[in-house]
């Protein structure tokens, strides 16, 4: 949710988004497991 806030504020003053390669390293081992854990739930009807 804080990532979203940040992008709605730079998205609200006009700035390009940009994503570096050292962003995604860092987002990515982020999202992918929430990711897999959410499919894992919805699969397995923990929800």
Known sequence: ???????????????????????????IPIIVPIILTLAYAALRGTF
């Open 1 to 27: 949710m804080a990532a979203a806030a940040v992008i709605a504020v730079m998205k609200a003053d006009g700035q390009k988004i940009r994503l570096s390669k050292t962003a995604l390293m860092v987002v």
